[in-house]
Every structure is written in C-alpha cells, then in structure tokens.
C-alpha cells in the first residue's frame, strides 16, 4: 500500500495549493479519508476528513471555510484543496487511510509520506 502525497510548497499568504494523494496498492472507496498535518515542534493534527462516497466530510475549525477536501475513487485520489493560506498553515501535510465505517478517522490503518507547505507572510 502507498498514498503518495504531493503539490506541496512554498507560497505567499493568500494563495491557494491543491494538495493530492494518489493510492495504490488498495482500493479507495474501502478506506475513509484523511489530510494532517505537523508543523515543527507540534504534535500531528488533523485537518480534514472525507468519507467513503465523499458525501461526509469534516474539518478542523482552523480550516473550516478555506480547505476543501474531495476524492475521487475511479481515480484512486484524494484531494485537498488549500485557499487563502495563512502561515500558521505551514506543515508537513499527510494524507491516511481508515476505516470505512468511521470517516473522523479514529483510527488509522494506512499513513502516506507527507509533502512540504511553507507559506511566507
């Protein structure tokens, strides 16, 4: 199994990222859905989570209004698309894998590598 993580970078404040994880190595509409985050010296954060038909979603307050998370499962992808960056959104962004039955992703069975944003004020 890999989730491969990308569209990560260093950007102004304001701008916007979109953010993809390509699977393999497992289909997709099993899994819910999951973009965190850690940025250095904190813990990893949750940032948004998306359920198996795409239809439920749910997000950390910080995100809320300005990230949108989507998936497509013909496409083994998941998305999250990143507007009006502030610098407190710089992390290293990681893209997981839970079960299907739970798409606030209590637990998780698989972890992608993560891809560098860095947003500069």
């Known amino acids: 199994v890999q989730l491969q993580a990308s569209g990560g970078g260093l950007v102004q404040a304001g701008v916007s990222l979109r953010l993809t994880c390509a699977a393999s190595g497992l289909t997709l509409s099993r899994y819910s859905m999951g973009w965190f985050r850690q940025a250095p010296g904190k813990e990893r954060e949750f940032v948004a989570t998306i359920s198996w038909s795409g239809v439920g979603k749910y997000y950390t307050d910080s995100v809320k209004g300005r990230f949108t998370i989507s998936r497509d499962n013909a496409k083994n992808t998941v998305y999250l698309q990143m507007n009006s960056l502030k610098p407190e959104d710089t992390a290293v962004y990681y893209c997981?894998?839970?079960?299907?039955?739970?798409?606030?992703?209590?637990?998780?069975?698989?972890w992608g590598q993560g891809t560098q944003v860095t947003v500069s004020s």
């Open positions: 997981a894998a839970g079960p299907r039955s739970n798409y606030r992703l209590d637990s998780i069975d698989h």
